[in-house]
Antibody, heavy 123, light 110 residues
Framework: EVQLVESGGGLVKPGGSLRLSCAASGFTFSTYTMNWVRQAPGKGLEWVSSISSSSSYIHYADSLKGRFSISRDNAKNSLYVQMNSLRAEDTAVYYC????????????????WGQGTLVTVSS | QSALTQPASVSGSPGQSITISCTGTSSDVGGYNSVSWYQQHPGKAPKLMIYDVSNRPSGVSNRFSGSKSGNTASLTISGLQAEDEADYYCSSYTSSSNWVFGGGTKLTVL
């Protein structure tokens, strides 16, 4: 069974940093594109970033470039996002999502999702 | 990248069919077959319902179907059931190697 478990969320002050983690199990992590998607309270889904299976391809939402950094450790079956210079508008539930197919870079869909971790940016 | 355009809400009675539209541009919906649809119940994580325009993942009811014409994709749910009441989001891969979501549609089963 595919499982994705996010952690690392919490309350952080504006301008602060936070690192989220996603622990994966139930599939061969190293063969899938992985993604972060967020959802502000009461709002819609927003794609954050994606990383290919070997970390060769990394893309970010234009609004986040320079502040967020995605990475993965295939040996630890883990996905990460380092979030710096956090703003109130970054307050959201952050979901880890797995690509659908085992291609190096999968532009298809977000096949499996974790339950999310809440990040609150407030003074 | 602008969000894809979806109606804010749709409704239907049990047993009826409804269609949710998702309009983008030639740089996303119109240019790629990587259009997907997600169902989200309150307080839950999204669930993939349709991928690559019209394909259903294993386990998703065949009451859900997808299509695309030009820059507009559509999700149709036939034989509406109370459990279908949820928010639905479309998503598309883009020419910038990014993904973009629609604003979401709240489906109410009357």
């Amino acid at each position: 069974e595919v499982q994705l478990v996010e952690s690392g969320g919490g309350l952080v002050k504006p301008g602060g940093s936070l690192r989220l983690s996603c622990a994966a199990s139930g599939f061969t992590f190293s063969t899938y594109t992985m993604n972060w998607v967020r959802q502000a309270p009461g709002k819609g889904l927003e794609w954050v970033s994606s990383i290919s299976s070997s970390s060769s391809y990394i893309h970010y939402a234009d609004s986040l470039k320079g502040r967020f950094s995605i990475s993965r450790d295939n040996a630890k079956n883990s996905l990460y996002v380092q979030m710096n210079s956090l703003r109130a508008e970054d307050t959201a539930v952050y979901y880890c999502a797995r690509g659908l197919s085992t291609s190096g870079w999968d532009p298809s869909a977000f096949g499996y999702w974790g339950q999310g971790t809440l990040v609150t940016v407030s003074s | 990248q602008s969000a894809l355009t979806q109606p804010a809400s749709v409704s239907g009675s049990p047993g009826q069919s409804i269609t949710i539209s998702c309009t983008g541009t030639s740089s996303d919906v119109g240019g790629y077959n990587s259009v997907s649809w997600y169902q989200q119940h309150p307080g839950k994580a999204p669930k993939l319902m349709i991928y690559d325009v019209s394909n259903r993942p294993s386990g998703v009811s065949n009451r859900f179907s997808g299509s695309k014409s030009g820059n507009t994709a559509s999700l149709t749910i036939s034989g509406l059931q109370a459990e279908d009441e949820a928010d639905y989001y479309c998503s598309s891969y883009t020419s910038s190697s990014n993904w973009v979501f629609g604003g979401g549609t709240k489906l109410t089963v009357l």
